[in-house]
Structures are given as structure tokens and as C-alpha cells.
């Protein structure tokens, strides 16, 4: 009985307890605008604003009151390209006839587009349209691209307005393809997190913010509906089943009243989620509107800056723009401006780097833009060299072919398409590096010298491709696709060889090639062959020449010896006595008999038994080796022998 009361005593104190707590809080009060800081606190403290952060321990931000975007557009931007964060934005309105609505008017649809493309290109990202085939294949290949073997942070965020349930089958799709995603990226060291965003449950006043014809509303968000501007439901984390559990648990059942959307605020707020340190920062944008700071007709700055990886800093370069000299150097930011522009930097910078490849791809000192964004010529040290040469055979009879495998690496920054000599004698002439990459160009796909069926056949085996520019060998007019522009190009030019197109001698025989290397460190191998008719007997030190590329002024490694060939009389194999391979003397007589016979017979070292390897037959033919040694190579070396040989 005593437990009893005691029980009672103590549950009837909690209750009161709990009642003094519930009819003591003071009622909040705020007026004018509202800050909220990065921190999560607010100006002034009393605003009503509440937070949710039981989601994986991040700061959730959960406002359920606040006022017109007023972060500014574009340096919010800024601030989430110099964060590494990339928005990956899917437009899921552009070309979307919605059902029972019909398709929005162009003007919208243009608007809500540049938004996205706009979001996408500021912050180094990719713009997708929800109407485009596989754009979520193409998302998982632009995040596997960027991650590589390293960490990777994938944010998705989410429109939960009324749009998004106009096509009842639009926002399900979203949802399965996410988590598709998330499937896709398995195999990868890949957190993800989530974030929702509505609008701003408030009024605005048409006459002074920024507002659509035929959407004439006078709320951001619908509070009655319980619009919000943002909500980070999921922090970042590493399970899987947790982040696909979230992403379908979410549904559009709010309003969103007038056209634009918060997308501003988005951006802004993606910084807050725990990135884990040295991952790539990705957002996933899904949207179908424009943003309350991008109003059609907003005039856009563009900024042009430079930057050399060989000084690993930003330099000053001249600007042109639309064919015109400006006047201003790198950094600039351009500003007033509409519509589309070109920017045309120098070819190389004030310390003779030359220039690479502009931040978006592409490789023309060139850029046409038409939205804005900020864009950087990259420049780069070019530096090209020979690391190894080995040649198949050290003895060869005069008039008999080897092979010369040449190791070639970029030791440079830039991708560099270039000319390779191997044997190299002095005074050789032969196609120049700048020959070997517009004959590249024109349909030389591997870079042989001679632009035929072979490079056809490589094009269509690549068809289809797309990626960085110039990066597939096959795209030979470097947009980034393996297409019929490719094919045409490679047509066009149909038997051409580059030796007769610039006016040069024809080389021996297999002797001279072009190597195309993309990366810092990258390397190829490239097997030459030396048909040697023609050439006097005696020894020759092999050498492999790289021609120099633009700008390159580290030309010692360019080339390299690395072994010799003796070049001799057919049939002379060595000397004796002891019998010695390869010791040559010029003349067919009693040793070099017992030295075929050693190949003959298959007792030869490895190494010299191709020296028995004298042709083929019937009938009998010098030089049609076949790599065996047989009968019709002991007959042929006996007219050799008996002085009848070649």
C-alpha cells in the first residue's frame, strides 16, 4: 500500500510539474525580417522559428517561417563553387506537357531552364532534362567520374510543390531512379544525404518583387498548407537502406503558391551538411522553376580567369570579347551583359605555358557562353618524353625486319598528340608534332600516317561515346561525342598519309608514328618496325626521337639510345671457335654451319634462334620468315653457304 501511494505521490507531481512548464512559455514575438545564421541561431531570438535535428546528428534546419530570398543569386553560387560542392540539376519541366494543364508557356519554361542550367554551370556541374533518355545513367557516370577510387558525398534535394503531382507518374519515377542511383554507386566509398524544400509561407508584395504574368499570387508558399523553405531530412551517412528508406518517404503534398522557388536557398544550405573530409561534394537538384533571384531578362556577369598548372596560380592573360580586345586582363568580370558572347584568351601566357583546355572542356582558345557563369583557361606545361627502347633482335641479316618497341610518357599537364621516330638518324625528316596532331584531326585515328579503312572501323567501334573532349581518340573533332561529324570528317579525307599531304619523303617502312597521350603520367608503348634492305652492314645504336610539342623547352628526354643491331651477311650467324652467336665476321663458313644447326635442331639460346629463321619455301624465299626453323631454312642457308645467298 505504501508503494502505492508513493507511486501516486510521485506521478501526480510529474503532471503538475509538466503543467507549470506548458503554461509558462512566453508567447514569441517578431516583426520585420528575419536573419537565420549559419550557426542555426536567429536575428532577432525571439523570431518563430523551430528546428529539427534528429536526423543523423546534422543540423537540420526545419523553417516553418522566414522572409524572401534575400541571398543574392549569384555569390551564393560562387560560395558553393569555391566550397567544391557540383549540382548535377535535373529540369523536370523543360518540354513536360503536364496532364490537364497542358504545356507552360515558352517564356517559363526558358526562365525555369536557365535557372538550372545557370545553378549546374556556376558550380562546375552538369544540367540535365528530365524528358532526356538514361539521365539518371548519365548522372552515374558523371559522379563515377569525379569520385574515381576516392570519397564521394551525394546530396539529392528534392521540390515538394504542387507541381510535382500535376503528372501523377513524375515524382514516383524521381523517387525510383534516386534510389537507382544510390544501387548504382555501391561498389564506391559513397555517403549520401537528403534535403526538401518548398517556399517561403509568407506574403510579398507583386509591385516590388519579382512575380509571373498568369501566376498572380501574392504568397511565396501556402502556410495553411505548411510550405516550408527548407529541410535537411537526412544528414550525410553510409547506409544505404537508411537513405533509400527516406527518399521514398517523402511525398509533394504542399503548395508553392507562385511560380519561382527557393532554389536560391537550397544552394546556400547544402553547405551545411557534415561533408566528410577530401569527398567530393555532389548535389542532385531536382526542380522545375526558376529561382526568386534569376527574374527573366536578368542581366548576367561572366567571369574570365586564367590559370597555369605549371605556376599552380591564377595569371593575367588579355581578354577578347566578341572578336574585340577589351582591355582587361584575367580576373575579370564582366557584367550588363545578355545573351550569347565569345572570350578568346591568348595561346600562351605571359611565360610561354600554352594553353590547355577551358574549364567546360573545351580545347579552342574560344568559348561561346550564353549563360553566366565563370569560366578559366587553363595552361599548362607541355613536356613530352622517350623512356624506353628495346629492340626484338641484336643481329639481323641485311634485308630482314625487327622490331623497336618505344615507351613514350607525357610528362606534362596538357594532352599532347605528337610524332615518334624509331630507329632516329640524324637528319631524318619526318612529319613534326603539330603535323601528327592535324593530320590526327583530320581522320587519323591510330595515328599510323595514313588515314584508311583501319580508322573507319575504329570510329564506328566507338560510335556512341561521349565524354571530355578530344578524350576518345575516335572523336577527332573534339565536341565530346563519337558521332557522324567524326565519321564524315574521316571520309572526307579517305587516303590521305600524312608524308605526302605536308610534302615529305616517304619513311622506311613502319619507322615513323604519332602517339596521342591525355594524362599527366600517362604512357604508351609503341612497336616500330625496321625493315632493314637497303642499309649497309655493320652496327647500328637505336634511337628513338620524340618531335617536340608546342612550347615544350624540356627537350633533353626526347631521346634515348638503348641498344644496338648489328646488321650482317644472310647466313652469317657468329664465329668460332668456341662457336659464339652473334659475333659476326661477314662470311658464311664452317661455324656459322654449326650454329644453324644448333637452331636447326633447337639446342640455340632463345635469343639467337631467330637467326636460323631464314624464309620459307616451296620455292624457296628469302626474308618469308615464319618464325620456325625448318627445311626450307636449311636449303636456303646452304646457298648461302655456297656464296648464293643475298
Known amino acids: 500500500m505504501l508503494r502505492k501511494s508513493v507511486s501516486g505521490i510521485m506521478l501526480i507531481l510529474l503532471i503538475?510539474?509538466?503543467l507549470t512548464l506548458a503554461f509558462n512559455i512566453q508567447p514569441v514575438k517578431a516583426s520585420g525580417t528575419i536573419y537565420i545564421r549559419a550557426d542555426g541561431s536567429t536575428d532577432p531570438p525571439t523570431a518563430p522559428v523551430s528546428f529539427n535535428s534528429?536526423?543523423?546528428?546534422?543540423?537540420?534546419?526545419?523553417?516553418?517561417?522566414?522572409?524572401?530570398d534575400d541571398l543574392d543569386y549569384f555569390p551564393v553560387l560562387i560560395a558553393a563553387r569555391d566550397d567544391g560542392i557540383s549540382f548535377l540539376t535535373v529540369d523536370c519541366q523543360y518540354g513536360q506537357p503536364w496532364p490537364g494543364y497542358g504545356p507552360l508557356p515558352s517564356s517559363m519554361q526558358e526562365d525555369a531552364h536557365a535557372n538550372f542550367i545557370n545553378i549546374a554551370n556556376y558550380t562546375e556541374g552538369v544540367c540535365y532534362n528530365y524528358t532526356m533518355p538514361d539521365w539518371d545513367t548519365a548522372i552515374v557516370a558523371e559522379i563515377k567520374k569525379r569520385i574515381g577510387t576516392g570519397l564521394g558525398d551525394v546530396v539529392f534535394t528534392f521540390d515538394l510543390s504542387g507541381s510535382f503531382t500535376w503528372d501523377e507518374n513524375l515524382f514516383p519515377d524521381l523517387q525510383s531512379r534516386s534510389t537507382g542511383i544510390v544501387n548504382a554507386l555501391e561498389t564506391l566509398n559513397v555517403g549520401f544525404g537528403l534535403g526538401t524544400h518548398v517556399d517561403y509561407p509568407c506574403y510579398y508584395d507583386p509591385q516590388t518583387n519579382y512575380n509571373y504574368t498568369g501566376w498572380p499570387f501574392t504568397w511565396y508558399g501556402n502556410p495553411e498548407r505548411g510550405d516550408y523553405p527548407w529541410l535537411m531530412n537526412q544528414g550525410i551517412t553510409l547506409n544505404r537502406t537508411l537513405i533509400k528508406n527516406v527518399i521514398n518517404s517523402i511525398s509533394p503534398t504542399y503548395d508553392g503558391c507562385d511560380m519561382p522557388q527557393d532554389y536560391t536557398r537550397v544552394v546556400y544550405e547544402t553547405q551545411f551538411f557534415r561533408w566528410r573530409p577530401g569527398a567530393k561534394k555532389i548535389v542532385v537538384m531536382y526542380g522545375d522553376a526558376p529561382a526568386h533571384s534569376a527574374p527573366?531578362?536578368?542581366?548576367?556577369?561572366y567571369t574570365i580567369r586564367a590559370y597555369c598548372k605549371a605556376e599552380t596560380a591564377y595569371v593575367s592573360v588579355n581578354i577578347t570579347m566578341d572578336g574585340i580586345p577589351t582591355g582587361y586582363t584575367t580576373p575579370h568580370t564582366f557584367t550588363g551583359l545578355n545573351g550569347t558572347h565569345t572570350f578568346t584568351v591568348p595561346s600562351t601566357d605571359v611565360n610561354s605555358h600554352r594553353f590547355?583546355?577551358?574549364s567546360t572542356g573545351n580545347t579552342n582558345t574560344t568559348i561561346t557562353v550564353s549563360s553566366f557563369g565563370t569560366y578559366t583557361a587553363y595552361y599548362a606545361v607541355s613536356d613530352v618524353a622517350v623512356t624506353c627502347v628495346v629492340p626484338s633482335k641484336t643481329v639481323v641479316g641485311q634485308g630482314y625486319s625487327l622490331n623497336i618497341n618505344v615507351t613514350v610518357e607525357n610528362q606534362g599537364e596538357a594532352t599532347e598528340t605528337f610524332g615518334v621516330v624509331a630507329p632516329y638518324f640524324e637528319g631524318v625528316i619526318s612529319p613534326t608534332s603539330e603535323n601528327w596532331k592535324?593530320?590526327?584531326?583530320?581522320?587519323?585515328?591510330?595515328?599510323?600516317?595514313y588515314i584508311n579503312q583501319t580508322d573507319v572501323n575504329i570510329i564506328g567501334y566507338n560510335w556512341g561515346w561521349h565524354g571530355p573532349p578530344g578524350e576518345n581518340a575516335a572523336d577527332i573533332t573534339s565536341d565530346g561525342w563519337v558521332d557522324g561529324e567524326d565519321m564524315a570528317q574521316c571520309v572526307n579525307y579517305q587516303g590521305e598519309n600524312i608524308w605526302s599531304y605536308f610534302g615529305l619523303p616517304l619513311p622506311p617502312k613502319g619507322t615513323q608514328r604519332g602517339a596521342r597521350l591525355y594524362y599527366p603520367g600517362s604512357q604508351t608503348t609503341i612497336t616500330f618496325t625496321w625493315n632493314t634492305t637497303g642499309f649497309v652492314k655493320g652496327n647500328y645504336t637505336i634511337w628513338a626521337y620524340a618531335w617536340p610539342v608546342q612550347n615544350e623547352t624540356d627537350t633533353t628526354d626526347n631521346r634515348l639510345t638503348d641498344g644496338w643491331v648489328l646488321i650482317t651477311k644472310v647466313g652469317d650467324l657468329g664465329t668460332g671457335y668456341p662457336l659464339v652467336f652473334g659475333a659476326c665476321d661477314g662470311k658464311v663458313t664452317g661455324p656459322d654451319l654449326a650454329l644453324f644447326l644448333m637452331c636447326y635442331k633447337g639446342t640455340a639460346p632463345p635469343e639467337y634462334k631467330y637467326l636460323g629463321d631464314l624464309g620459307t619455301g616451296y620455292p624457296l624465299k628469302f626474308f618469308a620468315?615464319?618464325?620456325?626453323v625448318t627445311g626450307p631454312d636449311l636449303a636456303l642457308f646452304l646457298l648461302c653457304y655456297k656464296g648464293s645467298g643475298p
Do not use: A
Open 16 to 18: 503538475m510539474s509538466m
Open 54 to 68: 534528429s536526423y543523423g546528428g546534422d543540423p537540420g534546419r526545419d523553417w516553418m517561417m522566414g522572409t524572401d
Open 296 to 301: 527573366s531578362g536578368l542581366s548576367t556577369p
Open 356 to 358: 590547355n583546355q577551358w
Open 438 to 449: 592535324t593530320f590526327w584531326s583530320m581522320g587519323d585515328v591510330n595515328l599510323d600516317g
Open 625 to 628: 620468315c615464319d618464325g620456325k
